[in-house]
Every structure is written in structure tokens, then in C-alpha cells.
């Protein structure tokens, strides 16, 4: 949780984020890029917590993006969709009202809570948006956060979305791959684990290209959340792949639409 907070940190509430011009964006798992363009962000985050019995606090927290230069309403849709965010409209106003509609009902005592802990607990929820990378149109975005509510352990999750903002889309493992379930790909992957000693703790017999994943010129990264592919020890799974190794895998129009080297 503490490693959330200071993610978040750069955040105000409710408040607005200047705009960036040739700044480094940096990101969990992939290099820092520059964006080599204006685009302007703006930002949103609601927080509180309340005390709902001698032995249980909630704790809420959630944070999304504003993209003020983007208008095409597929779009919004597919970049709040992983926030659990759907509006016909996404103003800064109306998302403020939304972030406050999910944090009262965050916060609200249900029959869930019936149970109280014998000692004191706080139960969390968090959730953030963070800009990976924007260049040529091409914007890719994290979705992570966190949260306790009671049992054994808490979860975490992060998830990866590529759009393309010029053709108003959200780029799949279809529009890279000629072939995304080619038998080949689970040896491809599980030869390819940034942290190998993941793999003693496997689930599956076979692992599968996800959606879940962000690039570049060079390589692709593909991200597996906890009991997704393996036991919830070990954390998020980040397999890397190098274009230039799989170069016969990528569809043409991708290689030249996107420069892959």
C-alpha cells in the first residue's frame, strides 16, 4: 500500500496537472519515454476514510486522467472502461461527480461487515491511472491498484492499454500478430519470463498471449496478474520479447505503422 501512496503522491485532489511538453514519463516495467509533442493531462484523484466500527476503518482512494485533446467518444469509452468508468459524458465535471459516487459507496457500511475483526483493521481500495508514453498518436496507458478488505492477504493488479488516436482504436495482440494462437507461443513465452523463478509457481500447463501488455520500437511486454498463470506468491508476471526474435510472427503492416525495428 505504501508503494501506491507514493506512486500517487504527484497527485492533488481534485486538482489539475500542467501540461507536458518533452517531459520523461516514467513506468513500472518499461524505459522512460519522452513525449516529443504537446498533449495535454489533467488529473483527478478523491480519497478519504471513515470508521465504521471499534475495529474497522475503510479506506478509499482512486485517481484517472483527463485528456482534454481527445474527443472521440470510442476512445474515452475504451481509456475509463479499465477504470470501471462508463459516461456519455467525460468531463472534468462529471468525472469528479463520478469519482465521488464510487467513493461513498466505497466507504458505506454494508452486511458484508457484519463479521468485524477482533482487531483493528482498515480495509483499503485503491486505483490509479498513469500515463506510460505518448508519441505519434500512439498513447499507452497503465491501469494498477490495490486493496484489503479482510482474509488472508490483499490483491494487486496492473493492466496495459495502447491506443491508436489517429485511427480511434485499441491496438490487440490482432492488429500485431499473424497468428495469436500459434501453438508456439507458450514456449515462446515461458522461455522468456523477466524473472525466471516465477515460473516454479505455474497454474497452467499452457500460457497465452493476453491484451495486457505495452511496447516500443524494440520489444513487447506481455502481463500476467496474480493467479492469472501462477500461484499469488509471485506476484505480477512480466515476459519480455524482442521484436527482432520474433520478426517472422509480426504482421507487416504493424512492422512499417509503428517503425519496429
Known sequence: M??????LSFGVLLSSCNKTENTKVSNTKSDCIETKKEFAIDSLRVQDSVQVAKTLTLSFEKQILLFPNITNKTI??????????TSEDYSK?????????FKVASLKK????????????????????KLVSHDNDILTLQYFGDGYSGGAHGYYFESYKTF?????????????FKNPTDVNWNKILQNHFDEPEQKEMLLVDKIELNNNFFFDQNKITFVYNQYEITAYAAGVVYITLNFKDIKDQLKPEFIQQYKIK
Open 164 to 176: 491508436d488516436l489517429k485511427n480511434n482504436k485499441v491496438i490487440s495482440q490482432n492488429d500485431i
Open 93 to 101: 465535471k462529471t468525472l469528479t461527480s463520478v469519482l465521488e459516487e
Open 76 to 85: 474515452l469509452d475504451s481509456i475509463y472502461k479499465p477504470a470501471n468508468i
Open 110 to 129: 454494508d452486511e458484508s461487515q457484519d463479521y468485524m475483526p477482533e482487531s483493528k483493521q482498515t480495509w483499503e481500495e485503491s486505483s490509479a491511472m
Open 2 to 7: 505504501k508503494n501506491l501512496i507514493a506512486i
